[in-house]
């Protein structure tokens, strides 16, 4: 038996479903194949179901399945072409809230990202290298927005991921906060790489005062050329992440 309904399984396009039924909708062979990848170390993924198209009936997954119609299908997909393969997954089985951090275990902040590409892009980043959390922010896009999880390429699955994290929570979880930051030390200094966790801004606002106040002023940059004013915050994070790990 479906964990939902056709017509709720429809509706998790729309945020506000998604956070109603507490499931997303991850489409196509590379999602599906990560989700099933993820559920070895993270067995609350098993809880996800898998629905198929004709094509796709013999699809082999521990998960359970229902084939369906290409009517249905194509309601339930959100490209142009449905790739006749989708997976509805249970939130809770990818969020984490406030859990106790693997030894050595840095977090990446991101304050009020907007952008569902940037973000897809850096979970594939940390989910690279390992070893890193991401932390959104309150008024960050959703992480279960169909265009975050296509850019992940799976990456959601293996990145531990909480939402909702507000700076006061940030700096009482975090001693040694880097900020990034325009005006601020080379990446190459000795306390960027004792940092506990990497502190990004909006690509339009950057980080808030109260944030680079509180954190000490330890503030950190790339040096460029000074041609153009700013950093796409995804590439920011992939240089940041390369340094640490270097």
Known sequence: MALL??????????????????????????????????????????????YLAGKYEDWPSVLPRHVVSDKLMAQLSDTPSPQGIVACIPMAAVLEHGAASDAGERGVYLHELQDP??????????????????LLSPGSVDPFNSKVVR????????????????????????????????????????????????????ES??????????????????????????LNVASTVNMCIYELRR
């Open 5 to 50: 309904k056709t017509d709720e399984l429809k509706k998790l396009h729309q945020k506000k479903y998604r956070q109603q039924f507490g499931f997303f909708l991850a489409e196509g062979e590379h999602l599906v194949q990560e989700l099933q990848r993820a559920t070895h170390s993270n067995p609350a993924l098993l809880e996800s179901e898998l």
């Open 151 to 202: 850019a992940s390429m799976g990456a959601i699955f293996h990145v531990p991921l909480e939402t909702e994290v507000t700076t006061a929570a940030l700096l009482s979880r975090y001693g040694q906060i880097a900020c990034l930051d325009m005006k601020g030390e080379s990446l190459q200094s000795a306390d960027f790489h004792l940092s506990e966790c990497l502190a990004f801004g909006s």
């Open 117 to 134: 590409g940037n973000l897809g892009t850096i979970l594939r980043t940390l989910a690279w290298f390992g070893g890193f959390r991401c």
């Open 205 to 230: 606002r950057g980080l808030p005062a109260e944030l680079l106040q509180q954190a000490g002023g330890r503030t950190f940059s790339i040096p460029g050329s000074g041609q153009i004013d700013s």
